[in-house]
């Protein structure tokens, strides 16, 4: 049975939206597992994603205060249908991430992380898939607010990721 993922990262809410546009909450409330690799801002959104995930996994980013700590890990691991993930807000420096991470995760297969607001997809040389789904709040210089849907089927993650552009309101 796929199990539908949906990748978030640096929502900033209230800071830099009131709240996630209607978009992101139908894609968060149709997944199997959410992910959210920090820079929540406020506990009041992790709890509205705690009521509306069927299963949440995340971990608190660089802008999140003690009480988002308090509830929640730096760093995280699942296992999947067999694929293994961890995920953290920061991974440094985008020159030699790749091996970096390789290296600081040896048992996973897919890192999942945030902070840039980038959206990130590649694979380091000995097959860590590293996914960065953006930001659906602040596009920073990028063209557009973004998210991420993935599916794991048959102990694997698809090959294909979909960055999804946030339609403006």
């Given at each position: 049975?796929p199990?539908?993922?949906?990748?978030?990262?640096?929502?900033?809410?209230?800071?830099?939206?009131?709240?996630?546009?209607?978009?992101?909450?139908?894609?968060?409330?149709?997944?199997?597992?959410?992910?959210?690799?920090?820079?929540?801002?406020?506990?009041?959104?992790?709890?509205?994603?705690?009521?509306?995930?069927?299963?949440?996994?995340?971990?608190?980013?660089?802008?999140?205060?003690?009480?988002?700590?308090?509830?929640?890990?730096?760093?995280?691991?699942?296992?999947?249908?067999?694929?293994?993930?961890?995920?953290?807000?920061?991974?440094?420096?985008?020159?030699?991430?790749?091996?970096?991470?390789?290296?600081?995760?040896?048992?996973?297969?897919?890192?999942?992380?945030?902070?840039s607001?980038?959206?990130?997809?590649?694979?380091?040389?000995?097959?860590?898939r590293?996914?960065?789904?953006?930001?659906?709040?602040?596009?920073?210089?990028?063209?557009?607010?973004?998210?991420?849907?993935?599916?794991?089927?048959?102990?694997?993650?698809?090959?294909?990721?979909?960055?999804?552009?946030?339609?403006?309101?």
């Amino acid at each position: 049975m796929p199990l539908n993922l949906v990748l978030l990262a640096d929502t900033h809410v209230p800071k830099r939206a009131k709240d996630l546009p209607e978009q992101v909450w139908a894609a968060v409330e149709n997944a199997d597992v959410v992910f959210h690799s920090g820079d929540w801002v406020e506990a009041e959104l992790l709890d509205e994603f705690e009521q509306r995930s069927r299963r949440l996994l995340g971990v608190y980013g660089n802008n999140d205060g003690p009480d988002l700590r308090r509830r929640l890990p730096g760093r995280t691991t699942a296992v999947l249908d067999g694929v293994r993930f961890a995920m953290v807000h920061e991974t440094g420096q985008a020159k030699g991430r790749e091996l970096r991470c390789e290296a600081l995760y040896p048992d996973t297969d897919v890192l999942v992380f945030g902070h840039s607001h980038i959206p990130w997809d590649t694979v380091s040389p000995a097959g860590l898939r590293l996914l960065n789904p953006g930001s659906p709040t602040d596009r920073r210089r990028q063209p557009a607010c973004t998210y991420m849907e993935a599916v794991v089927d048959g102990g694997r993650l698809a090959a294909e990721v979909r960055l999804v552009e946030v339609q403006r309101g």
